[in-house]
């Protein structure tokens, strides 16, 4: 089984949609977190959610609104979607703070 | 505010040659320190990590020790093989918070 994984793993869409990612963790974790990779490979953390309740949002533009219904999922919807958003956008998890992050696999997401 | 800084890649170096990869990190607070890395097309998965100052984290042949005094947590591996093709990410986590945050990361090539 996958210990966290988001779907879907490729998301093609045009400036000015709005579309989701959505993210499921089956280890039991506390801490959900949405991190953004760029085409250089730098990561960005964009939001962390603890028990289901918004942490840090790290400047993110309100486009970008997260959700966790609960502890085990952290979706990312976006709306307008801008060429500058495309990037990498990883899920993780972990059990408590001090303690590593589990990623999932990743969303590249183009805006065209 | 807080930041890691590595060395810039890519790193290129023939297989069971000397790797070093350069970290230093902002000394406030007492971090937690990380090495994780980053296979194509794949999440970051935990490499090796270290909690105080002194402490030596390895796994699989890579060794970091957090050094207080220099603030740094350079990555060494002795004899790097083809299979370590891939990019390097350090990272630090303050104690009690749910950010991590990671340095630029450097690939590294191995070459038969």
């Known amino acids: 089984d996958t210990a966290v994984s988001q779907t879907p793993k490729y998301l093609v869409t045009q400036m000015g949609n709005d579309k989701s990612i959505k993210c499921e963790q089956n280890?039991?974790?506390?801490?959900m977190y949405w991190y953004k990779q760029d085409s250089k490979k730098f990561l960005k953390i964009m939001f962390s959610y603890n028990n289901k309740e918004l942490i840090i949002n790290e400047t993110v533009p309100n486009r970008f609104s997260p959700k966790s219904p609960d502890k085990a999922h952290l979706n990312l919807h976006i709306n307008s979607l801008e060429l500058g958003d495309s990037a990498v956008y990883f899920c993780?998890?972990?059990?408590?703070?001090?303690?590593?992050?589990?990623f999932g696999s990743g969303t590249q997401l183009s805006v065209l | 505010g807080d930041s890691v800084t590595q060395m810039e890649g890519p790193v290129t170096l023939s297989e069971e040659a000397f790797l070093t990869i350069n970290c230093t990190y902002t000394?406030?607070?007492?971090?937690?320190l990380f090495w994780y890395v980053q296979y194509p097309g794949e999440g970051l998965q935990l490499l090796l990590k270290a909690t105080k100052a002194d402490d030596k984290g390895s796994n699989k042949g890579f060794e970091a020790t957090y050094r207080k005094e220099t603030t740094s947590f350079h990555l060494e591996k002795g004899s790097v093989q083809v299979s370590d093709s891939a990019v390097y990410f350090c990272a630090r986590q303050n104690t009690g918070g749910f950010k991590t945050i990671f340095g630029a990361g450097t690939r590294l090539f191995v070459k038969a």
């Open positions: 000394a406030t607070g007492y971090p937690s």
């Open positions: 280890l039991g974790h506390d801490t």
């Open positions: 993780a998890s972990s059990q408590a703070t001090n303690e590593k992050l589990f």
